[in-house]
C-alpha cells in the first residue's frame, strides 16, 4: 500500500544533542509537510516543500531545519533540542492541495 | 487572524447515543475544510473534505455537514470503535494544501 513512513517512531536525545527524523512516502506526492504537535493540541505547521521551493512558517524556530534531498524523502533537523521541543512530530504528503495523508508520527523525547 | 475552534473539547457517549461535534472557523478565502480522525499515537486519518455552504459527505456512521461560518460532523449511533480525536481543519492556500488546524474533541463512546 502507498503510504507514509517516519523512522524512528521513538526519538530520545539529551538537551542540546542535534537530532534528525526522517520521512519517507511512496504516494509521489510533489508537497511534504511538517508538522509538531505537543499533547492535546492542534498540529502545528512548521514548514513545507511545494516540489523543491521550501517554505517556512513566519513563527517557526531557526533551531528547526529541514532537507528534502529527492520527492520521495524528506528530513526534520533540530540543531540543539530545548525541552520544549518534546512533542511528536508529524509528516504529511498530498498531491497541490488534494487532502493530506499523515504518517504516524515520531515521538521526541528531550533527557 | 485566521482561526479555527473546535467543540467540545471532551465528549463521552454511551454506545448508540447520537451527536454532533462542532467547528467554528474564520479564514479569509475558505479552498476546503477536512475532517481527521486521529488515534492514541498515530497520524491524523483523513475522513472528509467539504467545499462549499451546504455541502454533505457520509461514510458509515458519520456525516460532515458546512456552512459559511462552521462544520458539524454528527455521528449517529456511535460504537466503541468510534472512539477517538477527531480534528477539523480549514484550507487557507489555493496551490498547496496547507492548512490550520483546530485543537479537536476527543470523543469516548462507552459500551
Same mark, same amino acid.
Not at chain 1, 24 to 34: E, I, K, P, R
Not at chain 2, 59 to 88: G, M, N, Q, V, W
Given at each position: ?7 524512528? #517512531? ?56 529541514? #532537507? #528534502? ?37 515520531? #515521538?521526541?523525547?528531550?533527557? | ?103 479537536g474533541t476527543t470523543l469516548q463512546v462507552k459500551p
Amino acid at each position: 500500500d502507498a503510504m507514509v513512513i517516519q523512522n524512528p #517512531r521513538y526519538q530520545v536525545t539529551q538537551f542540546g544533542k542535534p537530532v534528525t527524523l526522517s520521512c519517507s512516502q511512496t504516494l509521489n506526492h510533489n508537497v511534504m509537510y511538517w508538522y509538531q504537535q505537543k499533547s492535546s493540541q492542534a498540529p502545528k505547521l512548521l514548514f513545507h516543500y511545494y516540489d523543491k521551493d521550501f517554505n517556512n512558517e513566519a513563527d517557526t524556530p531557526d533551531n528547526f531545519q529541514s #532537507r #528534502r534531498p529527492n520527492t520521495s524523502f524528506c528530513f526534520l533537523d533540530i540543531r540543539s533540542p530545548g525541552l520544549g521541543d518534546a512533542a511528536m512530530y508529524l509528516c504529511a504528503t498530498s498531491r497541490d492541495s488534494q487532502p493530506q495523508h499523515f504518517g504516524d508520527g515520531t #515521538r521526541l523525547s528531550i533527557l | 487572524e485566521d482561526q479555527v475552534t473546535q467543540s467540545p473539547e471532551a465528549l463521552r457517549l454511551q454506545e448508540g447515543e447520537s451527536s454532533s461535534l462542532n467547528c467554528s472557523y474564520t479564514v479569509s478565502g475558505l479552498r476546503g475544510l477536512f475532517w481527521y480522525r486521529q488515534d492514541p499515537g498515530k497520524g491524523p486519518e483523513f475522513l472528509f473534505t467539504l467545499y462549499s455552504a451546504g455541502e454533505e459527505k457520509e461514510k458509515e456512521r458519520l456525516k460532515a455537514t458546512l456552512t459559511k461560518k462552521e462544520s458539524f460532523l454528527h455521528i449517529t449511533a456511535p460504537k466503541p470503535e468510534d472512539s477517538a480525536t477527531y480534528l477539523c481543519a480549514v484550507q487557507y492556500s489555493s496551490n498547496t494544501g496547507k492548512l490550520i488546524f483546530g485543537q479537536g474533541t476527543t470523543l469516548q463512546v462507552k459500551p
